[in-house]
């Protein structure tokens, strides 16, 4: 049974950091596409980061430079490193695995909150 479990949302102030984390099992996140997703409610689900499985990396243009997605094969974990937050990039942030474009092997995380405020 795949499982993606996301950890570290919460509250911050502008200006500040956090690190989401995705934690897998069930599958290898080496062999997958791996990507970071966001959606506000009444808005349709937006992708902030990729990582192929081969390493290469794309940013939204709302993102670049402050955010760093990577991903740790020993730990079988996706990263998202969000630096200089505002208050625009609160929302809920999804994982998401992907294996070679398959509808079937896509797997989702449960969400995690990111609040950004004063």
């Known amino acids: 049974q795949v499982q993606l479990v996301e950890s570290g949302g919460g509250l911050v102030q502008p200006g500040g950091s956090l690190r989401l984390s995705c934690a897998a099992s069930?599958?290898?996140?080496?062999?997958?596409?791996a990507g970071w997703y966001r959606q506000a409610p009444g808005n349709e689900r937006e992708l902030v980061a990729f990582i192929s499985s081969g390493g290469s990396r794309d940013y939204a243009d709302s993102v670049k430079g402050r955010f760093t997605i990577s991903r740790d094969n020993a730990k079988n974990t996706v990263y998202l490193q969000m630096n200089s937050l505002k208050p625009e990039d609160t929302n809920v942030y999804y994982c998401?695995?992907?294996?070679?474009?398959?509808?079937?092997?896509?797997?989702w995380g449960q969400g995690t909150q990111v609040t950004v405020s004063s």
């Open positions: 998401n695995l992907n294996f070679r474009g398959s509808a079937r092997r896509n797997y």
């Open positions: 069930g599958i290898i996140v080496s062999f997958y596409d």
